[in-house]
């Protein structure tokens, strides 16, 4: 499985940016996808994901300003970030956790190569 992310970038504080992470190769199934951040020295954490059936969790320090959303038949996952802060610097990278066609009864993770979203003035 591989994953295609795009659409990070510089934006100034209270500003937008929509992530896709497009996914492909032989997938029987992609039980979650979702979002993860990491900044030099920190450990990745969790932005936000959803699941196959459309329930989503997120942060807390991001509910409320960004969407985590899917479209199942391109099997891609998109992240609306609003009202963007500096502390949402980060390389963003995206996660799914799939069934495929040669092992569908345990799931694997992958992982994208990440994006940069830099939030400054």
């Known amino acids: 499985v591989q994953l295609v992310e795009s659409g990070g970038g510089l934006v100034q504080p209270g500003g937008s940016l929509r992530l896709s992470c497009a996914a492909s190769?032989?997938?029987?199934?992609?039980?979650?996808m979702g979002w993860y951040r990491q900044t030099p020295g920190n450990e990745r954490e969790l932005v936000a994901r959803i699941v196959s059936g459309g329930t989503t969790n997120y942060a807390d320090s991001v509910k409320g300003r960004f969407t985590i959303s899917r479209d199942n038949a391109k099997n891609t996952v998109y992240l609306q970030m609003n009202s963007l802060k500096p502390e949402d610097t980060a390389v963003y990278f995206c996660h799914v956790l799939a069934f495929t066609n040669n092992m569908r009864l345990t799931p694997r993770d992958y992982w994208g190569q990440g994006t940069q979203v830099t939030v400054s003035s």
């Open positions: 190769g032989s997938i029987f199934r992609l039980a979650r």
